[in-house]
């Protein structure tokens, strides 16, 4: 048994703001109380959260373990002890792995590794098309029966309408959330960065926001269409949201995720360094505002990392020819503090609903703070200064724009299945 004592727990499902003692025993739940007044009286080990907020486990919906195939940037083991050191307590990872997860044999290999080597909760989503191909529609119910939690093609969009179509008329069917990389791949070819004066200025290829946002659109229509659950990963740009806005004025099945580097930096922060170098791209400074307003509104429903290690030789190259990708599990909760939350945009509760039940509700799930549930919860300070230095990162790869950069608040503890899996 633990005894999370004196936090102040913050859960947006129950719309609790209060000093609370939380008991775990095993991987429950088993009593929420005012400090001190718990009914049990056993001697359990006690986890002392004065000055914390005590939130449930925060899940990210977005991220890149890189195994199998490509372990040298990767594996599940580091990623999720940097995602551990993040405050998440339950990640999905995406299916662009060596092979592709997009089958049912892929899919238990995953979640075998993770039994046997994972600090946190780790949920696969499988492919939507066989090797991400965009050709022929993949075994999406095995790999459901397997253990997926959702379908994708990310790290590129599902190639044609036609066959989005398919896949979300089987999705539906099988009550699974269809990821969609939003990106019209015939404006974004050959782009190493979002199109502008900054792009100009560096003398780098630029794609343009339409090369999200016409996707987007095509996404919503058909989501419409077969009234699947769509729901559009690392939105960056102002366009995209407005489509999701129709959408959701619809009562169309579509949500979003927003990541905290599109919410943090533009495409005039970006320098000749391949840290500064993701897909899609950072966005104008209007997209940026966008996002934040649509964070706070409720247009967007999560903050996902897209965790996307590069081991130093792959990223250390040329800006065009280094691959897309950051780190981002170490810093994501930093950074919506940072951004959000101290600068006066987002409440400390909608940011952490962004992080929990947002997320849950993307994947059809519970997230709260009540006796029963899963026994995670994410401890954070709002106060700690500290600086994040990507050297000391569990994480194999240190492709992060944000190292060395200083923060107010951040994770403390994080607690999966009522083991506590990092403290600092
Ligand atoms: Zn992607």
């Given at each position: 048994m633990l005894l999370v004592?004196?936090?102040?727990?913050?859960?947006?499902?129950?719309?609790?703001?209060?000093?609370r003692d939380v008991l775990l025993d095993g991987d429950k739940i088993v009593e929420v109380a005012?400090?001190?007044?718990l009914s049990q009286d056993k001697?359990p080990?006690?986890?002392?959260?004065?000055?914390?907020?005590?939130?449930?486990?925060?899940?990210?919906?977005?991220?890149?373990?890189?195994?199998?195939?490509?372990?040298?940037?990767?594996?599940?083991?580091?990623?999720?002890?940097?995602?551990?050191?993040?405050?998440?307590?339950?990640?999905?990872?995406?299916?662009?792995?060596?092979?592709?997860?997009?089958?049912?044999?892929?899919?238990?290999?995953?979640?075998?590794?993770?039994?046997?080597?994972?600090?946190?909760?780790?949920?696969?989503?499988?492919?939507?098309?066989?090797?991400?191909?965009?050709?022929?529609?993949?075994?999406?119910?095995?790999?459901?029966?397997?253990?997926?939690?959702?379908?994708?093609?990310?790290?590129?969009?599902?190639?044609?309408?036609?066959?989005?179509?398919?896949?979300?008329?089987?999705?539906?069917?099988?009550?699974?959330?269809?990821?969609?990389?939003?990106?019209?791949?015939?404006?974004?070819?050959?782009?190493?960065?979002?199109?502008?004066?900054?792009?100009?200025?560096?003398?780098?290829?630029?794609?343009?926001?339409?090369?999200?946002?016409?996707?987007?659109?095509?996404?919503?229509?058909?989501?419409?269409?077969?009234?699947?659950?769509?729901?559009?990963?690392?939105?960056?740009?102002?366009?995209?949201?407005?489509?999701?806005?129709?959408?959701?004025?619809?009562?169309?099945?579509?949500?979003?995720?927003?990541?905290?580097?599109?919410?943090?930096?533009?495409?005039?922060?970006?320098?000749?360094?391949?840290?500064?170098?993701?897909?899609?791209?950072?966005?104008?400074?209007?997209?940026?505002?966008?996002?934040?307003?649509?964070?706070?509104?409720?247009?967007?429903?999560?903050?996902?990392?897209?965790?996307?290690?590069?081991?130093?030789?792959?990223?250390?190259?040329?800006?065009?020819?280094?691959?897309?990708?950051?780190?981002?599990?170490?810093?994501?909760?930093?950074?919506?503090?940072?951004?959000?939350?101290?600068?006066?945009?987002?409440?400390?509760?909608?940011?952490?609903?962004?992080?929990?039940?947002?997320?849950?509700?993307?994947?059809?799930?519970?997230?709260?703070i009540s006796a029963g549930q899963p026994a995670d919860l994410?401890?954070?300070?709002?106060?700690?200064?500290?600086?994040?230095?990507?050297?000391?990162?569990?994480?194999?790869?240190?492709?992060?724009?944000?190292?060395?950069?200083?923060?107010?608040?951040?994770?403390?503890?994080?607690i999966?299945a009522g083991?506590?899996?990092?403290?600092?």
């Open positions: 004592k004196n936090g102040r727990v913050l859960d947006p499902a129950t719309q609790t703001d209060a000093p005012q400090p001190g007044k001697s080990e006690i986890f002392d959260a004065t000055g914390l907020i005590v939130a449930p486990g925060f899940i990210d919906l977005h991220a890149h373990l890189r195994e199998p195939g490509q372990e040298s940037s990767e594996t599940i083991a580091t990623g999720t002890l940097a995602a551990a050191r993040g405050g998440f307590t339950a990640v999905c990872c995406m299916p662009n792995t060596r092979p592709v997860n997009d089958n049912a044999s892929v899919t238990r290999f995953i979640l075998d590794r993770a039994k046997a080597s994972a600090h946190v909760r780790v949920w696969p989503i499988g492919a939507a098309s066989t090797g991400s191909n965009g050709e022929a529609i993949s075994e999406i119910a095995a790999m459901k029966q397997a253990g997926i939690v959702a379908v994708s093609d990310d790290g590129k969009p599902i190639a044609t309408a036609k066959l989005t179509r398919q896949v979300m008329d089987y999705c539906r069917s099988l009550d699974l959330p269809v990821i969609e990389h939003s990106e019209d791949i015939s404006l974004a070819a050959g782009a190493a960065m979002r199109e502008g004066v900054t792009s100009t200025r560096l003398g780098l290829p630029g794609m343009p926001a339409a090369a999200e946002s016409v996707c987007v659109a095509r996404d919503v229509q058909l989501a419409e269409l077969t009234g699947a659950r769509l729901h559009v990963a690392h939105l960056s740009a102002k366009a995209s949201l407005e489509q999701v806005r129709w959408a959701k004025s619809r009562g169309l099945r579509v949500t979003c995720e927003v990541t905290p580097h599109h919410f943090t930096l533009m495409d005039e922060d970006v320098q000749y360094d391949s840290r500064f170098k993701m897909n899609p791209p950072l966005a104008a400074r209007e997209d940026r505002e966008a996002l934040i307003a649509g964070l706070a509104d409720g247009s967007v429903d999560a903050i996902a990392t897209d965790h996307a290690p590069h081991e130093p030789a792959l990223k250390d190259v040329e800006f065009d020819r280094a691959p897309f990708g950051i780190l981002g599990f170490e810093t994501a909760l930093a950074l919506a503090l940072e951004q959000l939350v101290n600068s006066g945009r987002l409440s400390l509760m909608r940011m952490i609903e962004l992080f929990t039940t947002g997320p849950a509700r993307v994947l059809s799930i519970e997230r709260k994410t401890i954070f300070s709002t106060t700690r200064e500290w600086t994040y230095d990507v050297k000391l990162s569990p994480s194999k790869s240190r492709n992060s724009p944000f190292d060395a950069r200083t923060f107010k608040g951040g994770p403390v503890a994080t999966v083991q506590i899996v990092h403290k600092m």
